[in-house]
Nanobody, 123 residues
Framework: QVQPVESGGGLVQAGGSLKLSCTTS????????VGWFRQAPGKEREFLAA????????YYGDSVKGRFTISRDNGKNTVYLQMDSLKPEDTAVYLC????????????????WGQGTQVTVSS
């Protein structure tokens, strides 16, 4: 079973950067597509990015295109989300998910979800 675990969240000033990690001990992680979502208080869960199992295909949500970059290192069972030019409105809990079908990732119905990591951007 793939149980993603997020890390790397924290407090950063507007304009700064953070790099989140999503990892698992499952040996089948390299066969799964992985995505990132975020959820702010009182708002719906928002799709940010997704990457295929091979790392050759990726998708981004409109609000983060050009600022966030998703990548993966299957040797380390880890997917990263590099976040640059952060804004106060990026403040949220960031969650990663995993599934063998990338469209399930993008539509928020993936089989496996992490617990999330808090990102706070101060103005």
């Amino acid at each position: 079973q793939v149980q993603p675990v997020e890390s790397g969240g924290g407090l950063v000033q507007a304009g700064g950067s953070l790099k989140l990690s999503c990892t698992t001990s499952a040996r089948t992680f390299g066969n799964h597509c992985v995505g990132w979502f975020r959820q702010a208080p009182g708002k719906e869960r928002e799709f940010l990015a997704a990457i295929s199992d091979t790392g050759r295909t990726w998708y981004y949500g409109d609000s983060v295109k050009g600022r966030f970059t998703i990548s993966r290192d299957n040797g380390k069972n880890t997917v990263y989300l590099q976040m640059d030019s952060l804004k106060p409105e990026d403040t949220a809990v960031y969650l990663c998910n995993a599934d063998i079908i990338i469209d399930r990732i993008r539509h928020g119905v993936a089989a496996y979800w992490g617990q999330g990591t808090q990102v706070t951007v101060s103005s």
